[in-house]
């Protein structure tokens, strides 16, 4: 009778407390629940939802700040899957936001983690057209950065792998040897050469020592020549600077002879003017003096007129015939 009481006061108790832990459960998912919260529409395309359900997490900076409310596999596979998410009102959802699916390694429960890519920037509350909810851009997780790094890494190593293969074939083996035993040959040639090319090389030391002695004599040959043609060069200027003067001097000469020539003519010119003009006054007074010698010559021819006058029958001036 002891045990079966004891048992009964065992479970009894047992009862109370899985009574108390489901009343408390339901009191803080009550408590819960009576926040209030934003509803937010995410469209994820390109990650993989596995182990995502409703209830599950949603995560800022790794706190707790919501749940997966709802979603939806739509037939427009452009859109992918429409999550709906509940978040707490206090907390602030930043336009530019990223909603990302991570997942734990052990377990596979996934949620949803947000991040704000900006800096004090407005709270995401604009409606697109046809949606109920705001709309937050779906980002790319670190997982599946890494996992896109490790998978271009193996592809890279599986193609330098396929090219090492290609490499260390058969027939690039064979190759490498004979190439291996031509490098051999060679050596070995010229290891035989190596006095003949010592000698080579100590000739053309000395050939360039010549040469670097001839490049000292041109350069102090040049130097010569340059101050050579530099003295000519000061002789020539002072010889066009003395002929330049010879010739400014000639062309003064010239101009001045030139000037005098034209005052010459011009007095040539008035003194011929003057002699015409005298000619011509001198052949007048010659012709006048003829005319009166001529005159005179006349009268002398008839010295009775001049004596006794004219005679009878010549009647002089006013008279008249009886």
């Known amino acids: 009778m002891e045990s079966e009481a004891r048992y009964a006061w065992i479970g009894g108790t047992l009862i109370a407390l899985f009574l108390a832990l489901a009343g408390g459960l339901y009191w803080l998912s009550g408590a819960k629940n009576s926040l209030p919260s934003t509803r937010y529409t995410v469209y994820f395309q390109k990650q993989s939802l596995e182990g995502l359900q409703i209830g599950s997490e949603v995560r800022m900076r790794?706190?707790?700040v919501g749940r997966v409310a709802d979603y939806r596999i739509l037939p427009d596979t452009a859109r992918g899957v429409r999550v709906?998410?509940?978040?707490?009102?206090?907390i602030p959802v930043l336009e530019g936001a990223l909603a990302m699916v991570n997942r734990k390694l052990v377990t596979g429960i996934a949620g949803v983690d947000l991040t704000n890519t900006t800096v004090n920037g407005h709270p995401l509350t604009r409606l697109p057209a046809d949606e109920r909810y705001p709309v937050i851009a779906e980002g790319v997780p670190e997982m599946t950065r890494m996992t896109g790094v490790l998978e271009d890494l193996g592809n890279n190593?599986?193609?330098?792998l396929q090219r090492i293969n290609?490499?260390?074939?058969e027939k690039n083996q064979r190759a490498i040897a004979g190439t291996l035993a031509n490098t051999q040959v060679l050596t070995g040639h010229l290891a035989a050469t190596a006095p003949a090319l010592r000698e080579t090389l100590e000739q053309s030391r000395r050939a360039a020592e010549r040469l670097e002695q001839v490049g000292v004599a041109a350069e102090a040959t040049l130097a010569a020549t340059g101050r050579h043609i530099d003295s000519l060069a000061v002789q020539s200027r002072d010889t066009l600077n003395a002929a330049?003067?010879?010739l400014n001097t000639a062309s003064a000469t010239l101009e001045q002879t030139r000037m005098e020539i034209g005052t010459l003519s011009l007095s040539l010119r008035l003194t011929a003017d003057l002699a015409s003009q005298e000619l011509q006054a001198t052949s007048q007074?010659?012709?006048?003096?003829g005319r009166a010698m001529q005159q005179s010559a006349q009268a002398l021819g008839e010295p009775e007129r001049i004596l006794f006058g004219p005679s009878q029958g010549n009647l002089g001036p006013g008279e008249e015939r009886q």
């Open 62 to 64: 790794g706190i707790k």
């Open 166 to 169: 290609q490499l260390l074939s």
């Open 285 to 289: 007074v010659l012709r006048d003096s």
């Open 157 to 160: 190593g599986s193609e330098a």
């Open 244 to 246: 330049r003067t010879t």
């Open 84 to 90: 709906l998410l509940e978040v707490d009102a206090r």
